[in-house]
């Protein structure tokens, strides 16, 4: 059974950072690339970054030089770091495969404001 957990959200404000993980279960992590998406109120749900299991890290546009996707393969969790937070930033993240599995985990609040 898959279980996805993430984790490390919450309220900061402009200009911030936070660092969020997931914790990925039920999977063989280490031959999957895995992402981070966010999901703003009523948007649909975007693709921020990914890491592969080899190779060159991928960012949305609006995150480049910001954001920083890593994964640790011995604790089948992926992080990403997030810095210059800003109030566009704000939405429920989520980790996943890329592309995605057809479950999700709770995902984790991160809301940008002063």
């Known amino acids: 059974q898959v279980q996805l957990v993430e984790s490390g959200g919450g309220l900061v404000q402009p200009g911030g950072s936070l660092r969020l993980s997931c914790a990925a279960s039920g999977i063989i992590f280490r031959i999957y690339a895995m992402a981070w998406y966010r999901q703003a109120p009523g948007k649909p749900r975007e693709l921020v970054a990914v890491?592969?299991?080899?190779?060159?890290?991928t960012y949305q546009d609006s995150v480049k030089g910001r954001f920083t996707i890593s994964r640790d393969n011995a604790k089948d969790t992926v992080y990403l770091q997030m810095n210059s937070l800003e109030p566009e930033d704000t939405a429920v993240y989520y980790c996943?495969?890329?592309?995605?599995?057809?479950?999700w985990g709770q995902g984790t609040q991160v809301t940008v404001s002063s």
């Open positions: 890491i592969p299991t080899v190779g060159t890290t």
């Open positions: 996943n495969q890329n592309p995605p599995l057809p479950v």
